[in-house]
Nanobody, 124 residues
């Protein structure tokens, strides 16, 4: 089992920045990727960014490339998502997740463990 707790969400104006954190505990050695997903009202949950366990490879949705950066601190068992140049369309609930499959890093179907989510609201 893996437990995930997100923090760092909030409200910001367009063009601003936020950093999300996700504290992981439990048997994290069983995971292949850690990822960030988001879900806006009425929309499906979509993959935003993912990082391979060990941090050698990262993956981003086209909509956030160049603006978001995923990273992890293995000593602290913490995952981060630095979000810059935020846009109103980035408004969503953001979830941290851990994948026990390794084929598609940005597919929610690869992920077995999920945090409770943290809200990000970007105003224009």
């Amino acid at each position: 089992q893996v437990q995930l707790v997100e923090s760092g969400g909030g409200s910001v104006q367009a063009g601003g920045s936020l950093r999300l954190s996700c504290a992981a505990s439990g048997y994290t050695a069983s995971t292949y990727f850690m990822g960030w997903f988001r879900q806006a009202p009425g929309k499906e949950r979509e993959g935003v960014a993912a990082i391979a366990t060990g941090g050698r490879s990262t993956y981003y949705a086209d909509s956030v490339k160049g603006r978001f950066t995923i990273s992890q601190d293995n000593a602290k068992n913490t995952l981060y998502l630095q979000m810059n140049s935020l846009k109103p369309e980035d408004t969503a609930m953001y979830y941290c997740a851990a994948a026990t499959n390794y084929r598609f890093p940005l597919s929610r179907f690869e992920y077995s463990y999920w945090g409770q989510g943290t809200q990000v609201t970007v105003s224009s």
